[in-house]
């Protein structure tokens, strides 16, 4: 069964990557609809759509310039509940994928997922049928048992310093602390993403864009 039936209806993909929307917006033609897709290679631009247009479905992605996915979500769902939204992005960490979902979204497809899934996905968010969820679909986890990682604001500048490449001894003296009280706070820190070291923290930070 083609989207055909929901070809009076307005999509909107949102991706600062100009091929990947190309790519995205002829699936969803193959898929049978021939409604209005429009376009947006940023957090702004999706709101400024949403505050012009009638938009049925919004096919965001996470880490956009200007504002994430995220941040679009909340704006959009604030002044419209019942918008359909799904969430269409490389980053498959279940923490972050959990806080998108309890913030209101229609549904998750990661960008591995078969032209099979991402029709399904629409079609799940268009007819109303629930939440579509790509890695449940792959047994990947099965609930919303997972808390999105919440760092405070000492262990935010930790990681960008970290990230910068300074070392425990320099950020001691950056941030006027002792050499242990630093050590400490990185280690707690790697005991909190459940990573060895800090290479693997900077690669999972980046990788799931918690910062």
Known sequence: MSLEKFSYMTILIAD???MYRRGLRSA????????????????NEVIS?????????YILDHKMPELTGYEAVKIILRSN???RIILNTMYD???LITAYLEAGITGYIDKNSEPEQFEQAIRYALNGWGVYNSLQERNAYSSLAYAPIQ????EKQLIELLAQGYTTHDIAQKLDLTFKTVETYRCRLLDKVSVKNTSELLHYVHKNGLM
Do not use: M, W
Not at 29 to 42: P, Q, T
């Open 151 to 154: 760092f405070t604001k000492r």
């Open 28 to 43: 969803i033609k193959s898929f049978g609809f021939d409604g209005v897709i429009l376009e947006a290679k940023n957090g």
């Open 81 to 83: 509940p019942k918008a």
């Open 49 to 57: 759509y949403h505050r012009q247009c009638l938009i049925d479905l």
């Open 16 to 18: 600062d990557h100009p």
């Open 93 to 95: 960490e279940p923490s």
